[in-house]
């Protein structure tokens, strides 16, 4: 007896649809990632706020009361309420507490990120154009330049992910090191490429399992309640 399918979305329909959105978003969240600020206000790396106005640091810009690190150059507020951006590649930030102690941080994590997170983006673009090209084919060509693809993607933006998480962590030890009070709190970019890694995950799960999926919908019932029959009497004996 078969199962009833002409209410039922078929598995290569519903995994190619899920496959394209979560590939797509996956390439939006790592692009606005890779613009970051402060070409898009607000999208951060990291950002600092000084909470004791009788001890504030100073900057290339003078005294501050925020910092927002960005991947293309640096965001700080005066106490005064003025904000300066300055962007640059490669950026290195210099903070002076009042007592004279100077921390530093170094450009050559921000150039990490970046570069990884071009290469994921490159590689998911590539993904997205497959998915597109070979929608509802199994065991072919295409199939594996999807799956090779989005892999490929999914690792560069882990890697990027992990290098936030460390560039995170440093900030954070480091701005402490200045010996006044400061909240350090994550940035977008932490969360976009958070949900990049997610969607990838997801994508290419489903281009692993799915042809496993399609077997099964198109095998007959009977014949899937005979091999589970078969297989339970297989492990009883």
């Not at 390439?27 to 607000?42: N, Y």
């Not at 890694?197 to 997801?202: D, H, K, S, T």
């Not at 999926?213 to 297989?231: F, G, K, L, T, V």
């Amino acid at each position: 007896m078969q199962i009833p399918r002409k209410l039922n979305m078929r598995p290569e329909t519903s995994f190619y649809i899920c496959r394209i959105c979560w590939s797509f978003t996956a390439l939006v969240v790592l692009i606005l990632s890779c613009i970051s600020s402060p070409p898009i206000v607000g999208l951060n790396a990291a950002k600092a706020t000084f909470d004791n106005s009788s001890s504030l640091p100073s900057g290339p810009d003078g005294t501050i009361t925020e910092l927002r690190l960005g991947l293309w150059g640096y965001c700080t507020s005066s106490a005064f309420g003025h904000r300066t951006c300055q962007t640059m590649a490669g950026y290195n930030f210099t903070l002076e507490s009042p007592d004279g102690t100077t921390v530093n941080i170094p450009s050559e994590w921000t150039n990490a990120i970046v570069a990884l997170e071009i290469i994921a983006a490159y590689f998911v673009l590539v993904a997205f154009i497959f998915n597109i090209l070979f929608p509802l084919r199994r065991k072919t060509t295409g199939a594996w330049k999807v799956i090779v693809a989005s892999g490929v993607g999914l690792v560069m933006a882990f890697g990027a992910f992990l290098t936030e998480i460390i560039f995170f962590a440093l900030v954070k030890h480091r701005l402490g090191g200045l010996g006044v009070p400061v909240t350090t709190k994550t940035g977008g970019v932490f969360w976009l490429s958070f949900v990049a890694v997610l969607q990838l995950i997801m994508t290419t799960t489903i281009l692993v399992v799915g042809p496993r999926c399609y077997h099964w919908w198109d095998e007959p019932s009977d014949a899937r309640s005979d091999a589970h029959q078969e297989a339970l009497i297989r492990n009883a004996s």
